[in-house]
């Protein structure tokens, strides 16, 4: 089956790690997305890339860096510069062409600093 | 700038009730409009989504919801709750990013809670 696979569903983190959080799909779909998920805030657009070996900032794009080497792959790493990194991660992807295409969404990472 | 508004945080109704949760947007261009559900500690999943053409769209689960453009809503509504209805739902706007790809614009959401 077609689909987004994040992987870890649970990570836990030190202060002033880095960690990567993994996102894999099989939709052959060109754009990716990573959100970040906090209570009563919504989800907000971290990074997105619409093509390979390309990517864009997005809302709150301080303190991650991401990578889009292959189609199928689009990891997100949480750097100790970002402040607060608590909060549950979705990644999502769509096809490029229509704005009236929905996004596909993986079963995020919960990612807890102790 | 799009965005949207979910009115209520949390709503709560009883099995068989009507559920009828709040969305209203900002757009200064035609919008497409998207309700999503989330269930506890999993991701995103469609409901349904407005695009152009008919007003009133059906969704899955029997949920539906009607675009009302001189109203700026998209309410999404159930005629019988279900015990399964208990989620977090979402409202979000879509535009296009320049280069291919949208970018959803979302509700801070809707705790929806279902009683005997």
């Known amino acids: 089956d077609g689909g987004i696979t994040q992987s870890p569903k649970y990570l836990f983190r030190k202060e002033g790690q880095n960690v990567t959080l993994s996102c894999e799909q099989n939709?052959?779909?060109?754009?990716m997305y990573w959100y970040r998920q906090d209570p009563g805030q919504g989800l907000r657009l971290i990074y997105y890339?619409?093509?390979?070996?390309?990517?864009q900032k997005g809302d709150i794009a301080e303190g991650y860096s991401v990578s889009r080497e292959k189609k199928e792959s689009f990891p997100l790493t949480v750097t100790s510069a970002q402040k607060n990194p608590t909060a549950f991660y979705l990644c999502?992807?769509?096809?490029?062409?229509?704005?009236?295409?929905?996004?596909?969404f993986g079963q995020g990472t919960r990612l807890t600093v102790v | 700038a799009q965005s949207v508004t979910q009115l209520g945080s949390h709503v709560s109704v009883s099995e068989g009730a009507l559920v009828l949760l709040r969305c209203n947007y900002s757009?200064?261009?035609?919008?497409?409009l998207f309700w999503y559900v989330q269930y506890p500690n999993q991701g995103l999943q469609l409901l349904l989504k407005?695009?152009?053409?008919?007003?009133l769209v059906k969704g899955i689960n029997g949920f539906e919801a009607e675009f009302k453009k001189s109203e700026t809503s998209f309410h999404l509504t159930k005629p019988s709750a279900h015990m399964s209805d208990a989620a977090e739902y979402f409202c979000?706007?879509?535009?296009?990013?320049?280069?291919?790809?949208?970018?959803?614009?979302f509700g801070t959401g809707t705790q929806l809670k279902v009683e005997l």
């Open positions: 890339s619409q093509i390979v070996n390309d990517f």
């Open positions: 939709l052959n779909h060109d754009a």
């Open positions: 407005y695009t152009t053409g008919a007003t």
């Open positions: 757009s200064s261009v035609p919008p497409y």
């Open positions: 999502a992807s769509s096809p490029r062409e229509g704005v009236n295409t929905e996004a596909f």
């Open positions: 979000a706007v879509s535009w296009a990013l320049t280069g291919g790809g949208n970018k959803l614009t």
